[in-house]
C-alpha cells in the first residue's frame, strides 16, 4: 500500500511516498481504509523532535498520523459491535509502536475506536478524535454541569474549540479567552462570551463577568505560565483542568483557593495499552453529541491531498489558520 513516511525527524525532515505492506488484521483489532487523518500538534512535535521526545516517536522510517476516519474492511477475532462496511473514527496510532493513518489502510484498537457520526465528512470527522476525547475527558474530570460557570482559555483553538461546545451542551455559562478580533469572532459563533486576553486583565473580567466570585471551571488548553492566570481567575473550591503542565509552578495561590488541578494527557491509553476501553467509550458519547447537534468541528480552509501532507504540517507550526488541518487520503 501507498504511505508518506519520515526517513528521518527534524525540522527539514520531509515526507516521502513508500511502498510498505498493508497491515494484518489480529485478535482485537479491525484493519480499516483510511480516508482522512488530521494534524495535531503532538504529530508535529514528534516530527521536529524525533529521538528526543522518548516513548513518544515511531522507530524510523515512522508512519505518524494519530486521528483517522476510515471505512472497516477486516474484523480480528474478539472483535464485537463492528462490522466490515462500517465507517469509523479514532485516535489509534502514529505513536511509540503503533503505525499511524498517513497510508492507505491502518491497523487500529477496536477500543479506539468509534462509528463515525453520520452527519459528518470523513474529513470533518477526522477533525475530532485527539482534540475532543481531551476536551470531554478534561471538562468531565471537572465535574461539568449545568448553571457552572466555565472559562475555556484559548477557545479558537483545535481542543479549546471543542471545550467551548461541549461546557455549551452541559449546560454551562461559557466564557473563552481569545487574542485579536479574528479569534473572539470564533469563540462567539461557538456560543461562548469572548474575553480578549490581550486588553482585558484576570481581575478585571473576573469582576465583569463573575462579580469578583471567580469562575467555577477552567478549562486551560493554553497551559505553561497561563496557569497562573488560571488560578487567579478562578472560584474558591474551583476545578481547573489543563492540557500543558509542563512546567515549575508556584502552588501556593490554587493552596489558598482550595483548587482541584487535573492534568489531561489524552495519549496515556495508547501509550501504556491502559484504559483503553474508555477512549473507545468518550467517541461513541461524542458521535452522540455532534448528532445532537451539541458539537462541530472547525476545519482550517484549505483542504490537503495525501501528497501534501508536508504542507498540512507546515500550515499547523505556521499559526496563520484557524481550525482543524485535516489530510484527505
Do not use: W
Request: with cysteine; net charge negative; proline share 3%.
Amino acid at each position: 500500500m501507498k504511505a508518506m513516511i519520515l526517513n528521518s525527524y527534524g525540522e527539514q525532515a520531509v515526507f516521502e511516498q513508500a511502498e510498505i505492506a498493508k497491515p494484518t488484521v489480529k485478535a482485537g483489532h479491525v484493519v480499516l481504509k483510511v480516508s482522512a487523518s488530521s494534524v495535531n500538534t503532538v504529530d508535529t512535535m514528534i516530527k521536529t523532535m524525533g529521538e528526543t521526545l522518548a516513548g513518544l516517536s515511531p522507530a524510523l522510517p515512522a508512519l505518524l498520523g494519530m486521528d483517522f476516519a476510515g471505512t472497516i474492511t477486516e474484523i480480528g477475532e474478539d472483535v464485537e459491535n463492528y462490522k466490515v462496511g462500517d465507517e469509523v473514527y479514532g485516535c489509534a496510532g502514529g505513536l511509540a509502536n503503533l503505525p499511524g493513518a498517513l497510508a492507505e489502510y491502518m491497523l487500529a484498537d477496536a477500543n479506539l475506536i468509534a462509528l463515525k457520526p453520520k452527519n459528518l465528512s470523513m474529513r470533518e470527522a477526522a477533525a475530532l478524535p485527539l482534540v475532543a476525547i481531551t476536551a470531554y475527558e478534561g471538562l468531565q474530570r471537572a465535574h461539568i454541569s449545568a448553571g457552572k460557570k466555565v472559562l475555556v482559555h484559548g477557545g479558537s483553538g483545535g481542543v479549546g474549540h471543542v471545550a467551548v461546545q461541549l461546557a455549551k451542551y452541559f449546560g454551562s455559562d461559557v466564557y473563552s479567552t481569545g487574542g485579536g478580533d479574528k479569534q473572539i469572532a470564533l469563540i462567539e459563533k461557538l456560543g461562548a462570551t469572548g474575553i480578549d486576553y490581550k486588553s482585558e486583565k484576570v481581575a478585571d473580567y473576573v469582576e465583569k463577568h463573575t462579580d469578583a466570585k471567580g469562575f467555577d471551571i477552567i478549562f486551560d488548553s493554553v497551559g505553561g505560565d497561563n496557569l497562573s492566570n488560571s488560578f487567579e481567575a478562578a472560584a474558591i473550591n474551583g476545578q481547573i483542568a489543563t492540557t500543558t503542565s509542563m512546567l515549575s509552578l508556584d502552588l501556593l495561590p490554587a493552596h489558598m483557593k482550595g483548587l482541584s488541578l487535573h492534568v489531561v494527557f489524552m495519549l496515556i491509553p495508547m501509550l501504556h495499552n491502559t484504559k483503553r476501553e474508555e477512549h473507545g467509550i468518550i467517541l461513541a458519547n461524542l458521535t452522540n453529541i455532534v448528532e445532537a447537534g451539541g458539537l462541530t468541528p472547525v476545519l482550517d480552509e484549505n483542504h490537503y491531498s495525501f501528497e501534501q501532507v508536508g504542507d498540512a504540517y507546515a500550515r499547523l507550526t505556521s499559526g496563520q489558520g484557524m481550525g482543524k488541518v485535516v489530510v484527505e487520503i
